[in-house]
């Protein structure tokens, strides 16, 4: 049997694809107050702003290509059982052909109604922007299927559960600074090792971390020579 080897990613990951990350210098929270573009109540105050930053994020999205990180993770799965938990709202892990992504903080490509948060739409790519006044079956606005702050994070419990049962636990691309996501390395067993692919250093819970110091890309790399 292969062993299980869980891989939780942030926005480091799609960096080398050219998707801005959050907290590095000239990171989108640098330009963009998250209390107004990514809170319930910055969508209250001013649901077209934040549809707005949404619907760029989208089209910068459409333009973007995996990168050689996410390619080489698919190509671990000749030798491992790779399951995927991403922060991220990108789909460049599905495009890439990983076979097991969970998202934890929603997807870009989804729509969702205000009203029955079990109405989520596939956007189509060809007409990806959501507008004020864009309704769900039954009549209510659609809003991006984001997990914002201050919201309850849905698939924490199935990430949890995933978590636990790792082989080999690694962490890329996340300055871990949110949590619930980045309390999922409370979940890992003692003894499963665990590694860190990030360019910079990260402060975490453990301190046992084999600290890959690379891109995500080059770093995958690594990992995969250090774990064949
Ligand atoms: N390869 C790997 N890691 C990289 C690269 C790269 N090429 N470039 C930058 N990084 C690292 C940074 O060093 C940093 O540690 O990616 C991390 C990005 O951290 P954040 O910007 O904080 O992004 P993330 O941890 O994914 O944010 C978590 O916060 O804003 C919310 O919901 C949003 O999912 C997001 C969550």
Known sequence: MKKKLVVLTGAGMSAE????????????????????????????????????????????????????????LVEMEKDFDVQIITQNIDNLHERAGSSHVLHLHGELMKARSTGDPSLIYDIDPANCDIHLGDLCEIGFQLRPHIVWFGEAVPMIQVAEEITHSADIFVIIGTSMNVYPAAGLLNDVRKKVPVYLIDPKDVHTTRYDIHHIKKGASEGVKVLRELLQ
Do not use: C
């Not at 910055?42 to 990168?67: I, Q, S, T």
């Open 17 to 72: 694809s050219g998707i801005a990350t959050f907290r590095d210098s000239g990171g989108l929270w640098e330009k963009y107050p998250v209390e107004q573009v990514a809170t319930p109540e910055g969508f209250e105050a001013d649901p077209e702003l934040v549809l707005n930053f949404y619907n760029m994020r989208r089209r910068e999205l459409l333009k973007a290509e995996p990168n050689a990180g996410h390619r080489e």
